[in-house]
């Protein structure tokens, strides 16, 4: 069956340290790829997404995310967090011209100060 | 913007009860979700609008689950009758243009049937 895997379900980090969150999909067409935040008490919300091009994918607070194709990953990466990326993360998958949007599990983030 | 609008935010019932959740998504996007989150299943997306057509529908978990859009501004969802694993949060989420593109959360309403 299709699915959106998400490795890690809890990590906690202090502040500064790297951080890495692994996405992999079992789609074997061509994907679109996206990672969403959660923040406490807020809504879902675009982190960035791929769709085509350069596959290292820069989005907003410093996140990035690198599309491997042969590894059907999507990884999550930033070199140094802070406490306010506290929040849960979660990849998505949409197959190129499919109706159904998958998301994995989520990986809730917690960064001690 | 006031990005998607969902309501209520909570909602209490009891089992056998009907419930009904709306969304109103944001102005000029022409494609609106459905979302349940549950700690068992995660975020599954459970109905896909286009242009106020439901495009694809296979995520509803069974009959007793509807969902209409009568224009581009409003949406409904509703359960009847509800049941206790009915109990989730549902999200609105809309789009500029198909599954595919960025798509705007709402807040979630979250859903309690005793």
């Known amino acids: 069956a299709q699915s959106v895997s998400q490795h890690n379900h809890h990590v906690i980090l202090s502040e500064a340290a790297s951080l890495e969150l692994g996405c992999n999909y079992s789609?074997?067409?061509?994907?679109?790829l996206f990672w969403y935040v959660q923040y406490p008490g807020q809504h879902l919300q675009l982190l960035l997404k791929?769709?085509?091009?350069?596959?290292l994918v820069k989005g907003i607070k410093g996140f990035e995310a690198e599309f491997i194709k042969s590894k059907f990953s999507f990884n999550l990466r930033k070199p140094s967090v802070q406490w306010s990326d506290t929040a849960e993360y979660f990849c998505?998958?949409?197959?190129?011209?499919?109706?159904?949007?998958?998301f994995g599990a989520g990986t809730r983030l917690t960064v001690k100060p | 913007d006031a990005g998607v609008i969902q309501s209520p935010r909570h909602e209490v019932t009891e089992m056998g009860q009907e419930v009904t959740l709306r969304c109103k998504p944001i102005?000029?996007?022409?494609?609106l979700f459905w979302y349940r989150q549950t700690m068992m299943r995660g975020l599954e997306l459970l109905i896909y609008?286009?242009?106020?057509?439901?495009?694809?529908d296979s995520g509803m978990p069974e009959d007793r689950f509807s969902a209409k859009m009568p224009n581009a501004s409003f949406s409904t969802l509703k359960i009847q009758p509800s049941e206790p694993r009915d109990s989730a949060v549902y999200f609105c989420?809309?789009?500029?243009?198909?599954?595919?593109?960025?798509?705007?959360f709402g807040p979630g309403t979250r859903l309690l049937v005793l």
């Open positions: 989420a809309s789009s500029a243009g198909r599954i595919q593109e960025t798509q705007y």
């Open positions: 789609y074997g067409g061509t994907v679109n």
């Open positions: 791929y769709f085509s091009g350069d596959p």
């Open positions: 998505a998958v949409t197959m190129y011209n499919n109706n159904d949007m998958r």
């Open positions: 102005s000029g996007h022409n494609s």
């Open positions: 609008f286009n242009n106020n057509v439901p495009i694809d």
